[in-house]
């Protein structure tokens, strides 16, 4: 059974830092591109990044590039999200989701850890 | 970006009669491969989202056959024939052809 499990949310001020976690089991996770995904609360759903299954490309929706950092971990089948420079407007929950067959066809989502910014 | 348009945004609908949900695209859709990468999800309260179709009408395993996609190009469709208790929710669809890949704004079903 595929598992995602985000960790890592919480409180943190404007201007902060956090690093989100996403543990993945289940499935190998090597071979398949994975993504983050957010939504604000009460919105619909924002997406920000993928990584490909080595790790070695990474891409940004334009509105997030610059502050989200996407990486992996394929030994610790883990992917990350790092992010700066934390706004008000980046209070959502965050999602990590799995892609099957190229094209974000995310076909697994994980249930989501909460960052809020605010002082 | 791709502007991915749904209506309604509201849909109250009467337990056993069908529904339907339109998401139209501000470009086409269909893949230099052929294909046409347009997704939709299911979002129940409080849960995360769950791929109910994937490439316009291909519905994922476990998902009731109650619920189909269609559409071509710009215009795309999930219906669902008689609706349920646990439809209850939020409806997207997502694009995946060009990047970034885009949501509609969801669609609330609720019953009347």
């Known amino acids: 059974e595929v598992q995602l499990v985000e960790s890592g949310g919480g409180l943190v001020q404007p201007g902060g830092s956090l690093r989100l976690s996403c543990s993945a089991s289940?499935?190998?996770?090597?071979?398949?591109?994975m993504h983050w995904v957010r939504q604000a609360p009460g919105k619909g759903l924002e997406y920000i990044s993928a990584?490909?299954?080595?790790?070695?490309?990474?891409h940004y929706a334009e509105s997030m590039k610059g502050r989200f950092t996407i990486s992996r971990d394929n030994s610790k089948n883990t992917l990350y999200l790092q992010m700066s420079t934390l706004r008000a407007e980046d209070t959502a929950i965050y999602y990590c989701a799995k892609e099957d067959g190229g094209h974000t066809q995310i076909d697994y989502w994980g249930q989501g850890t909460l960052v809020t910014v605010s002082s | 970006d791709v502007v991915m348009t749904q209506s309604p945004l509201s849909l109250p609908v009467t337990l056993g009669q069908p529904a339907s949900i339109s998401c139209r695209s501000s470009q086409s859709l269909v893949y230099s491969d052929g294909n046409t990468y347009l997704n939709w999800f299911q979002q129940r309260p409080g849960q995360s989202p769950r791929r109910l179709i994937y490439k316009v009408s291909n519905r994922d395993s476990g998902v009731p056959d109650r619920f189909s996609g269609s559409g071509s190009g710009t215009d795309f469709t999930l219906k669902i024939s008689r609706v349920e208790a646990e439809d209850v929710g939020f409806y997207y669809c997502m694009q995946g052809t060009h990047w970034p890949p885009t949501f509609g704004q969801g669609t609330k079903v609720e019953i009347k």
């Open positions: 289940g499935f190998t996770f090597s071979s398949y591109a």
């Open positions: 990584i490909t299954p080595n790790g070695g490309n990474a």
